[in-house]
């Protein structure tokens, strides 16, 4: 056999047949013996030239270089395996079949794992030859490793499929002759190809576009996805494939030059098209080399893998994968754009203005606009040359008539960005119409998403370019910096159309009460603003909010209330989920630095907002009750003026003769007033005398028993809260954390109580692990004789959390991983030591953090829980045995030091 000859420039589109004729075509020779030979020649021809393109790619060719190679190596191969494995075949039937390539690989759009779709086309006589030569090459291929999708049709069959498969259909729009009879194949384009380019174009046009929902809708119908799909996703290769497929069939073109040449497309759409081509190619080519089975998802770890390919660096501004991903974002909504355009253009009818009404009729309004067809227009097309703040009254118009913008009107104001300087930035008629826009809650969003897409808001303010596409590289935000805010801004507007009235009574109450809405939607649109100059973005942007309000023209009072809102936006969640809101000092401390109660309704709503906007699962109910605690304590100091600690001597008093009311008939007031002597002032103090009432219910009924729980579920229906009674013994909270652990249970907040005669109280939030509740009262049985079980001694919590498993809907795939960290404040409180834990979350942590806490012989009073999807964020209020904070240096670093090693260490060790 011929060996390859060592090409250096690994000359595909030239290469020469790869085997001795006489070897493998000789019909002396034995067909399986002849096969063996091929299949080692073509293995080789596979391998070297494989090796030779990947070298290529890896040394920076473009993603269409690597395409075309890989096209053109198959196309060789494909070739000579026909001619060789038909050579023995009949020889007048080579004339009656043709090997046609559809699909991507029809487009001549290889990848490495792309798979590669063939039909056997012949012309309807016998079918004979045209299944034994596809039948020899498919063995042939799926020995060699192709994933070969393949049919034997006739122009008939063809017809038929086109007719009742979209699918089918298209691929037969990117059939491209391969070997075989030339004539059959012109027969093909004749017969085939100008009917399924011109038969029933609007029943195409229609079937397409709910194809292309569905795609979204299974993929995900946006381009800011944490995992995009770069095949399938929105603003990925298959958007410009279904806008190209559908300009052809409307336009009956061949080719995107095609659609060049018969004025569809301008010159500068067509390089669009191409460079967006080429930038996604290059990322598959190497999304396909790194991954080890066939996959077009961008994963967290191949996402790290591509941007050291591409040559991105961290950087003190951002991680390199971050600056990747923004490029790649940015990229995905041009992609977006570009293919929406083309689909509008092959779908928008001829203009019909001879209908006297609605729809049909041309309605005029101001400056030059009109609606038709629901949608808004230019009379004129200069007209954004003479008056650029014109742009601004576009939106408000689209949104005050309900309609969207015309895709000629949207080109229009993206060709004119650049004549928004700061002169029409700051212009009266440009800065009424943008507060226009957000003073009426409906539509807001929307309009500001259009805004955004046509990269309008990044001129009109020029900061928030600096969160264009901008990326956290974790599971926790799964929008980009931009959309959060836009989607955070219409949170709120939710709030005002009634939206959360029934679920969100106090919050839909509170923003209602708003003044000025605008301001409020303003400091929700730009309170992520710094995020584009790195570490401490709430400063950073609240340092450039006095820039963007002169600009905007606001007065000084509402300048400054913007800078606030900004500057302090992360404070109520923080507090609200990682400090104990049963401490006056930080309820005072809090109500100071709001200062009024209107910068507190304001920081409240942004803060549901920007929790909200997240993600789908990082909001639930149990935060927004801890929210709403902190916002009615601290309304209520604001609202009495009164800055000073309560007289808690008096408080508890009260309070100690509510609970006797309630409780002397059930037990006798000589009881009652027997436990409250021993409950601490803390307790009586956390808790309104009906809740103390119930946890001494508790308390009580437990008699001689080793312990007594109670199960109520939260008044949102969101969380179970557990009330548990038992005797005080060391390490009583992480034993808890074991039992729940191995339970399945999620710990999201946590009361503990020791009273002066030695029996513990606490009380505890949970959910399921997947944040449900849970009602199943034989799991809470379960719960129970553990939990006796453990008190008494008779089982070890270590064996039972070394038995959990980690929950089968948690994935094995890599994620985003951060440095463990714990960081010890001794000012916060002033009976209490806080340690708060930022770390990967993993089934058992809590138990392994309280466990470690036990073993340093610290007493946890109050512990914050706080998930953020597969990170935690756990706060704990700690004394050592003496009840006192923790202040000696060595023994603050051994806490520390203790800690970071529990967080690294394997479950149960």
Not at 50 to 72: P, Y
Not at 426 to 454: C, E, N, W, Y
Not at 826 to 853: M, W
């Amino acid at each position: 056999m011929t060996s390859i000859e060592n090409p250096q420039e690994c000359p595909e589109k030239t290469a020469k047949p790869f085997f001795s004729p006489k070897e493998l075509t000789d019909p002396g020779i034995p067909f399986e013996e002849r096969r063996a030979n091929l299949l080692e020649a073509s293995s080789k021809y596979l391998g070297y030239f494989r090796d030779c393109i990947r070298e290529k790619h890896r040394q920076g060719a473009s993603g269409r270089e690597i395409v075309g190679r890989l096209t053109a190596f198959t196309d060789t191969l494909l070739r000579n395996l026909y001619c060789s494995l038909s050579a023995d075949l009949v020889e007048q039937d080579l004339e009656n079949c043709a090997l046609i390539a559809l699909g991507g690989y029809g487009r001549a759009e290889l990848n490495p794992g792309s798979d590669i779709d063939l039909m056997f086309f012949y012309g309807g006589k016998d079918r004979t030859f045209a299944e034994q030569v596809s039948e020899r090459m498919l063995y042939l291929l799926w020995d060699l490793g192709f994933d070969v999708g393949h049919s034997v049709r006739t122009a008939k069959d063809c017809l038929d499929m086109a007719e009742r498969d979209i699918t089918a259909r298209t691929a037969l729009l990117d059939g491209r002759y391969l070997v075989g009879s030339e004539t059959l194949y012109r027969e093909f384009e004749q017969s085939v190809l100008k009917p399924v380019m011109g038969r029933n174009t609007k029943a195409f046009l229609r079937e397409k576009i709910e194809e292309n929902d569905r795609r979204l809708g299974k993929y995900g119908s946006s381009v800011y996805l944490l995992e995009p799909n770069i095949q399938e996703g929105e603003g990925g290769l298959r958007d410009l494939h279904t806008a190209i497929w559908m300009a052809r069939v409307k336009f009956k073109a061949s080719s995107l030059r095609d659609l060049l040449i018969k004025g569809v497309l301008t010159e500068q759409e067509e390089a669009a098209f191409e460079q967006a081509f080429d930038y996604l190619w290059r990322i598959r080519n190497e999304l396909h080399y790194i991954s080890p089975r066939k996959n077009e998802q961008i994963h967290f770890d191949q996402q790290e893998q591509i941007a050291k390919f591409l040559g991105y660096r961290d950087s003190k501004r951002a991680l390199a994968v971050e600056q990747f991903m923004q490029d790649y974002y940015a990229h995905a909504t041009e992609v977006e754009h570009l293919a929406s355009t083309l689909i509008t253009k092959a779908t928008q009818q001829e203009e019909q203005t001879t209908r006297i009404l609605g729809y049909f009729t041309r309605r005029n309004l101001e400056d030059g606009f009109y609606v038709l067809r629901g949608e808004l227009r230019v009379s004129v097309d200069d007209l954004f040359e003479k008056d650029p703040a014109l742009m601004m009254r576009a939106f408000l118009l689209a949104k005050n008539h309900g309609v969207r913008l015309s895709v000629p009107l949207k080109g229009l104001i993206r060709a004119n960005l650049h004549r928004i300087n700061d002169r029409v930035r700051r212009s009266r008629a440009m800065t009424d119409d943008f507060f226009g826009i957000l003073r009426k809650p409906h539509g807001v969003g929307d309009t500001l998403l259009v805004m955004h897409h046509l990269r309008f808001l990044n001129r009109f303010i020029p900061e928030f370019e600096r969160i264009y596409c901008n990326v956290q590289h974790d599971l926790y935000h799964i929008y980009t910096v931009d959309i959060h805010s836009i989607f955070a801004l219409e949170e709120i507007a939710k709030l005002w159309r009634g939206d959360y009235a029934r679920k969100k009574p106090l919050l839909t109450k509170i923003a209602n009460d708003i003044e000025k809405r605008e301001l409020l939607l303003l400091a929700v649109l730009l309170h992520d603003i710094g995020k584009g100059e790195g570490k401490d973005h709430c400063n950073k942007g609240a340092d450039m909010i006095p820039t963007i309000a002169r600009r905007l023209g606001l007065n000084k009072e509402d300048s400054q209330r913007l800078e606030f809102l900004v500057r302090q936006h992360l404070l109520m969640a923080h507090n609200a989920q990682r400090r104990d809101l049963h401490d006056d000092k930080l309820i005072l401390q809090f109500a100071r630095t709001m200062g009024m109660s209107e910068n507190l309704k304001m920081l409240y709503l942004l803060t549901f907002a920007d929790i909200k906007a997240v993600g789908p699962e990082v909001w639930s109910e149990w935060k927004g009750f801890l929210l709403q605690e902190l916002y009615e304590k601290t309304y209520d100091v604001l609202e009495r003026g009164d800055f000073r600690l309560e007289k808690r001597s008096e408080k508890v008093r009260n309070r100690k003769r509510k609970v006797v009311g309630l409780l002397e008939e059930e037990f006798g007031t000589k009881v009652i007033k027997g436990v409250l002597r021993g409950m601490n002032t803390r307790y009586l103090l956390s808790h309104r005398s009906a809740e103390i009432a119930e946890h001494l219910r508790v308390f009580l009924g437990r008699g001689e028993k080793p312990l007594a729980m109670k199960v109520e579920q939260g008044t949102q229906g969101e969380y179970t809260q557990l009330t548990i009674s038992t005797v005080d013994i060391p390490g009583l909270f992480s034993k808890i954390t074991g039992v729940m652990a191995a339970n399945g249970i999620n710990i999201l907040g946590a009361q503990i109580y020791t009273q002066n005669q030695g029996v513990a109280l606490d009380i505890l939030q949970v959910s399921s692990l997947t944040g449900e509740i849970i009602v199943n009262p034989e799991k809470w049985r379960r719960v129970q004789k553990d939990l006796v079980g453990v008190v008494e001694g008779r089982l070890r919590v270590k064996e039972l959390v070394k038995r959990c498993k980690e929950p089968s809907f948690v994935g094995e795939r890599p994620k985003p991983r951060f440095t463990n960290r714990v960081e010890i404040d001794n000012e916060v409180s002033d009976e209490y030591t806080v340690v708060d834990i930022y770390a990967h979350d993993k089934v058992g942590l809590l138990y392994q953090i309280t466990r470690t806490l036990k073993e340093l012989g610290y007493y946890i009073g109050v512990s914050k829980i706080s998930t953020k999807v597969d990170q935690i964020a756990d706060t704990f209020y700690i004394q050592d045995i003496f009840a006192q904070k923790v202040t000696f240096e060595d023994k603050l670093e051994e806490l520390n030091r203790r800690l970071l090693e529990c967080l690294d260490a394997e479950l149960g060790s």
